[in-house]
């Protein structure tokens, strides 16, 4: 009852008892298992769900196999929640073993750990994975994983405290989540296994085209140091398919997990060193930074040096500077000034200025970058004239629309492009702050302007080019910006920032220095917001690992001998007729043997027609329409054709459109379907004998 006179209490106030109730009955372990059950029960409800589409009496097996397995941790965690400390150490003694045993045999500790970050990945990766598409079962075999992970860790002693072991588990399933995506992609089935996946090795083998096809082949005008990459296995050709993948794999594992490990080394860290690997590879993930283009940070981390070096050091910095920027110049055209950039960012954030004039400070990395953005530019013209290609190719990406909408939330990409840029960045920024403030790091401000508008620059970039049309389904376009700013992060939190003059305070302060101080301030009379704010640096890349990806999908074998069967009879005979056979879709039948001793025509792949269609070249175009008229090839495989409208308000709704009317539509008018592949994504169209209506 209230007293006269008192206020009502608001509901703020009434949270804040409750919690502080809670607190002094429940401990930390309880907190979490409630969470846990909380999860459970939501995970639970969305299998039911599932269930409910089912026909029949009987669930799936899989189906069954995840209520199960939700049911035990949700029994467990209620369990936990409800026994006292004491109560709760002798059941989970007589449940698992007491945990001296992991203590004396860490080993053991270590093998569960491996079988259960096998068993999480493939739970979700693997051929029975369909009930975990749904987000919250997903989240629940994460954060269960993580759980026991984390329990594992800390009883065995393998890490040194709770908060450490909490960290190192977390980061280590969603490494597990992470490699297991990848993992999955290895395969044999013969057919691509998403709408790009195959042409990939078709580019790959044009640098090797006259020994593989018996004909010579222009190299292809996007990402040529990605196919240079994926062409090593080409040097040992004929490989079978399954192998091609996985060195894709490989280099989508290593060379990040390369990286990580030499600005590790650049830094020379040598607490927490488990933990800034994993953290380092995973936060490239997020876009994810493609393997191809790693290369030029991981040489200039590996080689350059801002600070006096001997002579030896100072010649591998250049020759990998070199390296670099030839690397960057058959890349990604934004990528042409990377080598200058990084190099720009480790000189800002390594020397201080201490005195120099200006001009003489910032004359060491300008010279370099000029001389490095000149190698890439040189670099990249000397592969277009070696490509084959006419220059226009080139020019495609500055023709291509933008599509503004994808920076919000829209159904190519459900958050939108800023979201979770800014969900990952607010955290990184904030903890570059507090590390300033903290290890009293004094830039001064030409260094802080250098370096706020290098970020600048690549976040700009990376927001126009994800709102181009055929971007904006993740953030892999902001790959230069992820980059920088886990540079400039990790160089900031080991306080190895050269500070211009050390625990002296600078004679004035700005105004984002006095905001900074602010900032700092605040959060030193709050430390429940910082370990807040440094527990959501952690988990900020964790998202991008857990929800990507779906499960393997199994084809049946008769099915897919089938399907080679009948295209390799309609292609042979349409050969043996001295006929030309086009093939759109699946062209690495052809590299790989599934197709002998058919003729490549090399032209119109559907990773370019899509290209040029989204830039809609006429002239590039206008050839292909010229060619369906004239009926010159005599069968034509091609992805799955259609006319409908419907398909252009859904995912990458604009570049369906522009398939539509500038490929299908022409297509179907001189061509028609006359076999179908669904479930492989296929069709094989003839030639039509006349055309009753108006083309394009």
């Given at each position: 009852?209230?007293?006269?006179?008192?206020?009502?209490?608001?509901?703020?106030?009434?949270?804040?008892?409750?919690?502080?109730?809670?607190?002094?009955?429940?401990?930390?372990?309880?907190?979490?298992?409630?969470?846990?059950?909380?999860?459970?029960?939501?995970?639970?409800?969305?299998?039911?769900?599932?269930?409910?589409?089912?026909?029949?009496?009987?669930?799936?097996?899989?189906?069954?196999?995840?209520?199960?397995?939700?049911?035990?941790?949700?029994?467990?965690?209620?369990?936990?929640?409800?026994?006292?400390?004491?109560?709760?150490?002798?059941?989970?003694?007589?449940?698992?073993?007491?945990?001296?045993?992991?203590?004396?045999?860490?080993?053991?500790?270590?093998?569960?750990?491996?079988?259960?970050?096998?068993?999480?990945?493939?739970?979700?990766?693997?051929?029975?994975?369909?009930?975990?598409?749904?987000?919250?079962?997903?989240?629940?075999?994460?954060?269960?994983?993580?759980?026991?992970?984390?329990?594992?860790?800390?009883?065995?002693?393998?890490?040194?405290?709770?908060?450490?072991?909490?960290?190192?588990?977390?980061?280590?399933?969603?490494?597990?989540?992470?490699?297991?995506?990848?993992?999955?992609?290895?395969?044999?089935?013969?057919?691509?296994?998403?709408?790009?996946?195959?042409?990939?090795?078709?580019?790959?083998?044009?640098?090797?085209?006259?020994?593989?096809?018996?004909?010579?082949?222009?190299?292809?005008?996007?990402?040529?140091?990605?196919?240079?990459?994926?062409?090593?296995?080409?040097?040992?050709?004929?490989?079978?398919?399954?192998?091609?993948?996985?060195?894709?794999?490989?280099?989508?594992?290593?060379?990040?997990?390369?990286?990580?490990?030499?600005?590790?080394?650049?830094?020379?860290?040598?607490?927490?060193?488990?933990?800034?690997?994993?953290?380092?590879?995973?936060?490239?993930?997020?876009?994810?930074?493609?393997?191809?283009?790693?290369?030029?940070?991981?040489?200039?981390?590996?080689?350059?040096?801002?600070?006096?070096?001997?002579?030896?050091?100072?010649?591998?910095?250049?020759?990998?500077?070199?390296?670099?920027?030839?690397?960057?110049?058959?890349?990604?055209?934004?990528?042409?000034?990377?080598?200058?950039?990084?190099?720009?960012?480790?000189y800002l954030l390594e020397q201080p200025i201490n005195g120099q004039k200006l001009w003489r400070y910032l004359l060491p990395p300008f010279v370099l970058s000029?001389?490095?953005?000149?190698?890439?530019?040189?670099?990249?013209?000397?592969?277009?004239?070696?490509?084959?290609?006419?220059?226009?190719?080139?020019?495609?990406?500055?023709?291509?629309?933008?599509?503004?909408?994808?920076?919000?939330?829209?159904?190519?990409?459900?958050?939108?492009?800023?979201?979770?840029?800014?969900?990952?960045?607010?955290?990184?920024?904030?903890?570059?702050?507090?590390?300033?403030?903290?290890?009293?790091?004094?830039?001064?401000?030409?260094?802080?302007?250098?370096?706020?508008?290098?970020?600048?620059?690549?976040?700009?970039?990376?927001?126009?080019?994800?709102?181009?049309?055929?971007?904006?389904?993740?953030?892999?376009?902001?790959?230069?910006?992820?980059?920088?700013?886990?540079?400039?992060?990790?160089?900031?939190?080991?306080?190895?920032?050269?500070?211009?003059?050390?625990?002296?305070?600078?004679?004035h302060q700005s105004l984002g220095r006095r905001i900074w101080i602010g900032t700092h301030n605040l959060l030193q009379r709050q430390p429940a917001l910082v370990?807040?704010?440094?527990?959501?640096?952690?988990?900020?890349?964790?998202?991008?690992?857990?929800?990507?990806?779906?499960?393997?999908?199994?084809?049946?074998?008769?099915?897919?001998?089938?399907?080679?069967?009948?295209?390799?009879?309609?292609?042979?005979?349409?050969?043996?007729?001295?006929?030309?056979?086009?093939?759109?879709?699946?062209?690495?039948?052809?590299?790989?043997?599934?197709?002998?001793?058919?003729?490549?025509?090399?032209?119109?792949?559907?990773?370019?027609?899509?290209?040029?269609?989204?830039?809609?070249?006429?002239?590039?175009?206008?050839?292909?329409?010229?060619?369906?008229?004239?009926?010159?090839?005599?069968?034509?495989?091609?992805?799955?054709?259609?006319?409908?409208?419907?398909?252009?308000?859904?995912?990458?709704?604009?570049?369906?459109?522009?398939?539509?009317?500038?490929?299908?539509?022409?297509?179907?008018?001189?061509?028609?379907?006359?076999?179908?592949?669904?479930?492989?994504?296929?069709?094989?169209?003839?030639?039509?004998?006349?055309?009753?209506?108006?083309?394009?």
């Amino acid at each position: 009852m209230l007293k006269k006179g008192q206020e009502i209490p608001s509901a703020a106030y009434i949270a804040f008892q409750t919690v502080g109730k809670m607190k002094k009955r429940f401990d930390a372990d309880q907190f979490i298992s409630l969470g846990l059950a909380i999860l459970s029960l939501l995970a639970a409800y969305a299998l039911l769900q599932q269930a409910k589409v089912e026909q029949g009496w009987f669930f799936p097996r899989r189906l069954m196999v995840a209520i199960f397995l939700v049911s035990v941790g949700l029994v467990f965690h209620l369990i936990v929640i409800i026994l006292r400390a004491e109560s709760r150490q002798a059941f989970l003694a007589r449940l698992i073993g007491h945990k001296s045993i992991f203590n004396r045999r860490r080993w053991l500790a270590v093998l569960l750990m491996v079988l259960t970050l096998i068993g999480a990945a493939f739970l979700v990766y693997g051929q029975y994975g369909q009930p975990y598409l749904d987000p919250l079962v997903r989240l629940w075999v994460f954060a269960q994983s993580a759980w026991l992970v984390n329990w594992l860790f800390f009883t065995s002693a393998l890490a040194q405290d709770k908060k450490t072991a909490a960290v190192i588990s977390l980061l280590t399933v969603g490494l597990a989540f992470n490699v297991g995506f990848f993992l999955s992609k290895i395969s044999t089935h013969p057919f691509s296994l998403d709408w790009s996946e195959t042409s990939r090795y078709y580019y790959a083998s044009l640098f090797f085209a006259e020994r593989i096809y018996g004909v010579k082949a222009a190299w292809s005008p996007l990402h040529p140091s990605r196919y240079l990459l994926q062409s090593i296995p080409f040097l040992f050709h004929p490989l079978p398919l399954w192998l091609h993948r996985a060195w894709q794999v490989f280099l989508w594992i290593f060379i990040p997990a390369a990286t990580s490990w030499l600005l590790l080394r650049r830094l020379k860290l040598t607490n927490f060193r488990w933990i800034g690997w994993l953290y380092g590879y995973l936060f490239l993930m997020i876009g994810a930074v493609y393997y191809h283009l790693l290369p030029i940070p991981a040489l200039t981390l590996a080689f350059y040096r801002s600070r006096s070096a001997t002579r030896r050091e100072h010649l591998l910095g250049i020759a990998a500077l070199l390296l670099a920027s030839i690397w960057a110049g058959i890349s990604r055209v934004n990528w042409l000034p990377m080598p200058a950039l990084l190099l720009t960012t480790l000189y800002l954030l390594e020397q201080p200025i201490n005195g120099q004039k200006l001009w003489r400070y910032l004359l060491p990395p300008f010279v370099l970058s000029a001389i490095s953005i000149l190698i890439a530019f040189l670099s990249s013209t000397d592969y277009i004239r070696l490509s084959g290609n006419p220059p226009a190719y080139f020019a495609s990406s500055f023709t291509s629309d933008l599509i503004w909408q994808r920076l919000l939330p829209n159904p190519t990409y459900y958050s939108g492009i800023l979201l979770p840029i800014l969900f990952v960045s607010i955290p990184a920024l904030f903890a570059i702050g507090y590390a300033q403030q903290r290890y009293n790091i004094l830039l001064g401000g030409w260094r802080l302007l250098g370096l706020a508008g290098i970020t600048l620059v690549v976040f700009t970039v990376g927001l126009i080019v994800s709102a181009k049309i055929g971007g904006g389904s993740n953030l892999h376009n902001f790959d230069g910006y992820l980059v920088v700013l886990w540079i400039t992060l990790y160089a900031f939190l080991s306080g190895k920032v050269s500070s211009e003059v050390a625990g002296e305070k600078p004679s004035h302060q700005s105004l984002g220095r006095r905001i900074w101080i602010g900032t700092h301030n605040l959060l030193q009379r709050q430390p429940a917001l910082v370990n807040a704010l440094f527990a959501w640096l952690v988990i900020a890349p964790l998202p991008f690992a857990i929800f990507q990806g779906r499960p393997i999908k199994t084809y049946s074998a008769d099915r897919v001998e089938e399907a080679l069967a009948t295209l390799y009879s309609v292609v042979e005979k349409a050969v043996a007729s001295k006929k030309e056979v086009l093939f759109i879709t699946e062209r690495h039948l052809l590299t790989f043997g599934y197709l002998p001793n058919i003729p490549l025509v090399a032209d119109y792949e559907k990773v370019w027609l899509m290209e040029m269609a989204m830039a809609n070249h006429r002239e590039y175009l206008q050839k292909f329409y010229d060619d369906l008229a004239q009926r010159r090839f005599a069968v034509i495989v091609t992805t799955q054709t259609y006319l409908s409208p419907q398909g252009d308000s859904g995912r990458f709704g604009d570049e369906n459109r522009a398939w539509r009317k500038r490929v299908n539509r022409p297509l179907l008018c001189y061509y028609k379907p006359a076999l179908r592949f669904r479930e492989f994504n296929f069709e094989i169209l003839l030639p039509r004998e006349q055309i009753q209506r108006r083309c394009r």
